[in-house]
């Protein structure tokens, strides 16, 4: 798609988690591309242990958004 368009993509992900087992939740957190800025909304923070530790957390509560540390 960047070849094409010259820019990255974005990739978004909403609650798909909740759809997953553990073994598909890893696979599919696995198999995203460190070259590609994604969102990932989620209700629990469980599954995103795996993930690099450079990510960022960010949470909504009550309207007010606040960063998270892992």
């Known amino acids: 798609m960047e070849t094409v368009t010259k820019e ?3 990739l ?3 609650d798909v988690m909740s759809e997953l087992d553990n073994n598909r939740q890893l696979n599919l ?3 995203i ?3 590609i800025q994604t969102f990932i909304t989620t209700t629990t923070l469980e599954h995103l ?3 690099p530790s450079d990510i960022k957390i960010f ?3 009550e309207g007010k958004l606040t960063k998270k540390n892992m």
Do not use: R, V
């Open 33 to 35: 591309s460190q070259n």
């Open 29 to 31: 957190l696995e198999s």
């Open 59 to 61: 949470s909504i509560h």
């Open 49 to 51: 242990q795996s993930m």
């Open 8 to 10: 990255k993509p974005i």
């Open 12 to 14: 978004l992900l909403d």
